[in-house]
């Protein structure tokens, strides 16, 4: 087992530890914020972040992917990113505070002009430390990004926002919240990944920029489809309105919430064997299957049980958002398949062509979410719903195209989620009908629906027939190196054997 692998696996594990201290400190720091706040507070900031976001893309977004996946990086090439960034975050940090005004009258939202003037900072924040993370990320080095991650989640999100809206303080404790994430993690990645110096090298800035130029594209498309549907939603329906769906799509998107785990770690790791087809095709095939199965049953266990899902997270004053939860949550799986499908196109040097099918999922977005505005939220869920669907057959017809496979190849590997998901989802239905018929407690009903959902999920994921039953525990079997994972890699290892020995293996994996 090569070095590559082994330090793919332990980035695997920080950045799975880092995805899991994020999401715990978060799910708490929201169960309170959104007793404390109102959804007008998180609409106002969900107004100012969409143009931050949007500043900081269009800046410099491809600088921290070209580190990444230069072949060789000088000391020049550091300092070059560096200084390319830092200036770019002061010029883009003073024309958002500069162009505030005009910018919140433009999607009907003047309350939020302090707002944004109040986090231009954080794109200055922003580029200072992107050079020092991507380093970070190019060297597998997950442990300390793990370390920034949590900490700067549970100072920020955590004792300086919740600490604030205690005090009364409203929209503007998140404004602190978020601005004192950010700097911890500029001050923490610069700890671990200090830059070499201030310089700019003429070649050296020529080739970040050239190498960084298909990436700056797609990042343009990605972050300007998220953003410009908040600004949208805002224009169309109001602060208070994106404030619902905010909240209702974080918590759609729990099935996704690994998706930049797989894609910090698999896109270097897969960059270095891009030579390698035929090593790709069973890490994508086996990897498809294994986040279908994984987030599947997951994202439709969410879509039914979304009103004690909002009861117990956000609290009764936040009702309105369920609607919008059970459509989102319908999607959610194919976000996290997706996460696959990313890293491996542009691992692959494909990225204008993932760019110019995100762009085209732009448009369509944007045309859907006007439309679906007529009829209210649920409305602009439905339609987001329908364009995540174009924008996953999108995906999925380049990534079989890069890898020679066949479409009735991969749709196999969707058979043991569709299978296990079906089940369990009926299973949780007549037992989510029973605890509302008899109008038990949030919490006590939650617990009932997840324990009857978890018992039938294993139960036709166990007792699948033949042409529902998964492949990936042969691969991994054959392919993972259990005695460098420790004790955890011991028990994998003893799982995988036990399935394979339920599950002979119908084809090769």
Not at 57 to 79: D, K, M, W, Y
Not at 268 to 276: G, L, T, V
Not at 310 to 333: C, E, F, N, Y
Request: aromatic content about 8%.
């Amino acid at each position: 087992m090569n070095g590559v692998t082994l330090r793919a696996l332990s980035g695997f594990k920080w950045q799975a530890i880092a995805t899991g201290g994020s999401a715990l400190v978060s799910l708490v720091t929201v169960m309170i914020l959104a007793r404390l706040l109102a959804p007008q507070d998180f609409g106002q900031l969900a107004v100012a972040q969409a143009f931050i976001a949007l500043a900081d893309v269009f800046g410099r977004r491809g600088l921290g992917p070209a580190i990444v996946q230069r072949f060789e990086l000088t000391r020049r090439h550091v300092a070059t990113g560096f200084t390319l960034a830092l200036a770019s975050g002061a010029l883009l940090a003073a024309a958002v505070w500069a162009l505030a005004p005009w910018l919140v009258r433009l999607v009907g939202a003047p309350d939020a002009e302090p707002v944004v003037r109040a986090l231009a900072p954080l794109v200055l924040l922003t580029g200072t430390g992107l050079v020092s993370d991507h380093r970070l990320r190019r060297q597998l080095r997950f442990r300390p990004l793990m370390a920034a991650t949590v900490l700067s989640r549970l100072l920020g999100s955590g004792l300086v926002a919740v600490g604030l809206a205690l005090m009364g303080f409203g929209v503007w404790a998140l404004v602190a919240g978020a601005l004192a994430q950010q700097a911890c993690y500029c001050i923490a990645v610069i700890a671990f990944a200090p830059p070499t110096a201030l310089g700019a090298g003429r070649r050296e800035a020529v080739e970040l920029v050239r190498t960084g130029a298909g990436f700056s594209a797609l990042a343009v498309t990605r972050v300007a489809t998220s953003q410009a549907r908040r600004l949208l939603i805002a224009a169309t329906l109001g602060a208070a309105s994106l404030g619902l769906f905010t909240r209702a799509r974080a918590l759609s998107v729990a099935t996704s919430r690994f998706a930049p785990l797989l894609n910090r770690v698999l896109m270097p790791a897969m960059a270095r064997r891009q030579r390698r087809i035929d090593r790709l095709r069973p890490v994508f095939l086996n990897g498809v299957e294994c986040l279908a199965l994984a987030a599947l049953p997951v994202s439709l266990l969410i879509a039914v049980s979304a009103p004690e899902i909002v009861r117990i997270v956000l609290g009764s004053q936040w009702d309105a958002a369920v609607p919008v939860l059970s459509i989102l949550s319908l999607t959610a799986a194919l976000q996290a398949i997706n996460s696959i499908h990313a890293p491996l196109i542009r691992a692959l040097g494909a990225v204008h062509r993932e760019a110019w099918r995100r762009s085209l999922f732009l448009v369509l977005l944007l045309g859907a979410v006007w439309t679906g505005s007529r009829w209210g939220l649920p409305g602009v869920a439905a339609a987001i719903a329908a364009a995540q669907l174009v924008l996953h057959a999108l995906l999925v017809h380049l990534a079989l195209g890069l890898l020679g496979i066949g479409a009735g190849t991969l749709l196999r590997r969707y058979v043991p989620a569709l299978w296990t998901g079906s089940w369990a989802t009926a299973a949780l239905w007549f037992a989510a009908s029973a605890v509302r018929a008899a109008e038990w407690p949030a919490l006590a009903a939650l617990a009932f629906e997840l324990a009857v959902w978890g018992v039938a999920a294993a139960a036709a994921a166990y007792l699948a027939p033949p042409f529902a039953r998964p492949v990936f525990q042969h691969w991994g079997l054959a392919q993972l190196p259990f005695d460098a994972m420790g004790r955890p890699g011991h028990w994998a290892r003893m799982a995988l054997l036990h399935l394979a020995r339920r599950w002979p293996a119908p084809l090769a994996a």
